[in-house]
């Protein structure tokens, strides 16, 4: 565990030389905390506002995926009712002109803007404005949750290759641009027989990339392509011999010049248990409340110097009843809770 602790702050000191974490759009101002909003994104297409007040019905919306903002724009994508390719920006749909050879569904997952171009991704194509970009060697890919970045112009897409029964461990996978072709790269792992996923990814300052996910039983990290075995809080292991995770990164960023990373790690009694990761470094978000018994890290975001962070809790009532609620976090603080509704990600305008 030492050692590992050891290469992560190697690393990380390498980026602080490198490059600052800061968000990198052209020309974006950052606001003061006061003139903030928040929208969150349910997989139908609602968007609510901080308060948990439902502020518009996306139109032709048969399913959201993500939702990102520009400046004071957002941009959301995911599957129109009318069976076209293309996003919504504010709530209004643009489709895009793309003379596709196949005849399939298309479902756009992921989402990116630099500049006036807009990145999406449709598997199996990266899709830049009205242009198709293939993935390579690609059939046996699965996507991130949270499988697109966009820096500087340059596009990355996270997951992993699914082997599924035929004997073949999965291994984490990043594509990049090159010669007008996503080309796959294997990231590498502790020893082959393992299986290894990314969760998601960030990138910053053009070239940089931070891919989160779980090797094994462990969570993990990618920094620049390299692995990072995170540390864990409570010292569990998957007894069956079929190396279930004990921990999982769900969503990554960077606030200033600090890599965070969020997702849970399992407690002795096997219930998940949310946890946040900080240059390496684990913690607990939890809001303490009694009768806590799972809970589950998101979604994280960065805002300037401030990151914001999505989190659901399980909690038991009288008569082993579970209520369940999603937490809004504002550097370390809960501002917002939420009950019935299907937030799939937000995003900070």
């Known amino acids: 565990m030492h050692k590992c602790n050891v290469c992560f702050l190697l690393v990380s000191c390498l980026l602080l030389l490198l490059s600052s974490c800061q968000h990198d759009e052209p020309g974006e101002a950052v606001k003061p905390v006061s003139e903030r909003t928040v929208l969150l994104l349910t997989s139908e297409g609602h968007i609510y506002d901080q308060s948990g007040q439902r502020i518009m019905e996306l139109p032709n919306c048969k399913n959201a995926s993500e939702i990102i903002s520009d400046g004071d724009d957002f941009f959301v994508s995911g599957e129109c009712t009318r069976d076209r390719v293309g996003y919504w920006k504010n709530g209004k749909w643009n489709t895009l002109h ?22 999406m991704f449709d598997y199996p194509n990266v899709l830049r404005n009205s242009g198709i970009f293939p993935l390579q060697d690609c059939e046996e890919f699965s996507p991130a949750i949270k499988c697109m970045a966009v820096s500087e112009g340059k596009c990355y897409v996270a997951g992993w290759d699914y ?51 779980r090797m094994g039983e462990e969570p993990c990290l990618w920094v620049d392509k390299q692995l990072q075995v995170l540390p864990r809080l409570f010292d569990v292991h998957d007894e069956s011999g079929f190396g279930f995770p004990m921990a999982s990164i769900s969503s ?42 799972w809970s589950w890290l998101l979604e994280i975001n960065s805002y300037g110097d401030d990151w914001y962070a999505l989190s659901i809790e399980m909690v038991k009532r009288e008569g082993d009843k579970a209520d369940g609620s999603i937490l809004l976090w504002f550097n370390g603080s809960i501002i917002a809770r ?11 305008i």
């Open 98 to 119: 793309i003379d596709f050879i196949d005849d399939v569904e298309h479902k756009t997952q992921g989402i990116g803007k630099w500049d006036y171009y807009i990145f």
């Open 163 to 213: 082997h599924g029964d035929d004997g073949e461990y999965h291994n984490a996978v990043l594509y990049s641009e090159k010669g007008g072709r996503y080309v796959k790269e294997i990231l590498p792992k502790s020893r082959y027989d393992v299986n290894a996923s990314a969760f998601a990814i960030y990138a910053w300052g053009g070239t940089h990339t931070v891919v989160g996910g």
């Open 252 to 293: 990554v960023t960077c606030v200033g010049d600090h890599i965070y990373a969020v997702g849970s790690e399992k407690d002795y009694d096997g219930n998940e248990v949310a946890t946040m990761w900080v240059d390496g470094v684990p913690q607990h978000l939890l809001s303490g409340d009694e009768g806590l018994y």
């Open 338 to 348: 939420y009950k019935g509704i299907d937030i799939v990600n937000f995003t900070v």
